[in-house]
């Protein structure tokens, strides 16, 4: 089935250590995006990526860093410097074009850093 | 820039009536698009219904449909004979076009009674 994976569901680590989050979609989507959420608030978006090799910071790139090498994974870096790590990141994929197409959702990494 | 706002933290219903969320956005594109999703307690992000900025009619999709008045600046979402699995947080969302980054809203809890 096509869709889109992030691994794992549930992270832990220690404060000052760099984390990286997968994100994996088989839809040949050529857009993918990462987000946080924090508890009861909305999604904010970290980094956009619309075509392979190139992305783009959104609102809160502070601390985090991506990369774009193929056209099916997209994963985030959470460094040390990014100060408040623990949230619940969201990957998603949509493709480019003509009109609008919603974004099409992974089941989400629940990070936490103490 | 893109706004969305959401007025309304929690609403709640009865099963098998309706309910409303509000939505309000801000935007000087002329093209853009507004998105429903829906998130359980589990996280994932469930895509329900798209309204393009030009569509002329309201969109629809089962019991959800959007009620779009573009000189208001609004797209609330309806959801017709609500059931209990309907209890989840709700988010509004916009974006330029296919392949550009959604602005969400702060989200709408909305639950369910029987």
């Known amino acids: 089935d096509g869709g889109i994976t992030q691994s794992p569901k549930y992270l832990f680590r220690k404060e000052g250590q760099n984390v990286t989050l997968s994100c994996e979609q088989n839809l040949n989507h050529d857009a993918m995006y990462w987000y946080r959420q924090d508890p009861g608030q909305g999604l904010r978006l970290i980094y956009y990526?619309?075509?392979?090799?190139?992305?783009q910071k959104g609102d809160i790139a502070e601390g985090y860093s991506v990369s774009r090498e193929k056209k099916e994974s997209f994963p985030l870096t959470v460094t040390s410097a990014q100060k408040n790590p623990t949230a619940f990141y969201l990957c998603?994929?949509?493709?480019?074009?003509?009109?609008?197409?919603?974004?099409?959702f992974g089941p989400g990494t629940r990070l936490t850093v103490t | 820039a893109q706004k969305i706002t959401q007025t309304q933290p929690g609403m709640f219903v009865q099963e098998k009536e309706a309910v409303t969320l509000d939505c309000t956005y801000d935007?000087?594109?002329?093209?853009?698009?507004l998105f429903w999703y829906k998130q359980p307690s589990s996280g994932e992000m469930i895509f329900l219904i798209y309204q393009g900025s030009y569509d002329e009619q309201n969109a629809t999709e089962g019991r959800y449909s959007l009620n779009f008045q573009k000189a208001r600046k609004s797209a609330n979402l309806v959801i017709s004979a609500s059931q209990l699995g309907d209890s989840a947080m709700y988010f509004c969302a916009m974006g330029r076009t296919s392949g550009s980054r959604l602005t969400f809203g702060e989200g709408t809890q909305l639950t369910v009674n029987p």
């Open positions: 990526s619309q075509i392979v090799n190139d992305f």
């Open positions: 998603a994929s949509s493709p480019v074009g003509q009109g609008n197409y919603e974004q099409y």
């Open positions: 935007t000087s594109d002329q093209s853009y698009g």
